[in-house]
């Protein structure tokens, strides 16, 4: 299994940055995907979950309305789209799903939100 984050990037208080996640090396289709967050010092946090097909996503209740999650079960990748960003959202965004009984994580991509 693999998962390879993309799209972080510094943006301004307000901003908007889209975040990708390319997976391998099982049946994408098949199972759920999530993004979850690390800002320093603070523990890792469920940012938002989708089902395997797409129509079923839950968020944390901060990042509700301003963060979607979706997946294209065609190019094995599921994406986050973050609007309204804010200085806490800054964090090490990972993809996460769980298969074959075991969790995995792709390398994460930083997303810093500064002024």
């Known amino acids: 299994v693999r998962l390879v984050e993309s799209g972080g990037g510094s943006v301004q208080p307000g901003g908007s940055l889209r975040l990708s996640c390319a997976a391998s090396g099982f049946t994408f289709s098949r199972y759920p995907m999530s993004w979850y967050r690390q800002a320093p010092g603070k523990e890792r946090e469920l940012v938002a979950r989708?089902?395997?097909?797409?129509?079923?996503?839950n968020y944390a209740d901060s990042m509700k309305g301003r963060f979607t999650i979706s997946r294209d079960n065609f190019k094995n990748t599921v994406y986050l789209q973050m609007n309204s960003l804010k200085l806490e959202d800054t964090a090490v965004y990972y993809c996460?799903?769980?298969?074959?009984?075991?969790?995995?994580w792709g390398q994460g991509t930083q997303v810093t939100v500064s002024s």
């Open positions: 996460s799903t769980v298969t074959t009984g075991r969790a995995y």
């Open positions: 989708i089902d395997s097909t797409g129509s079923t996503t």
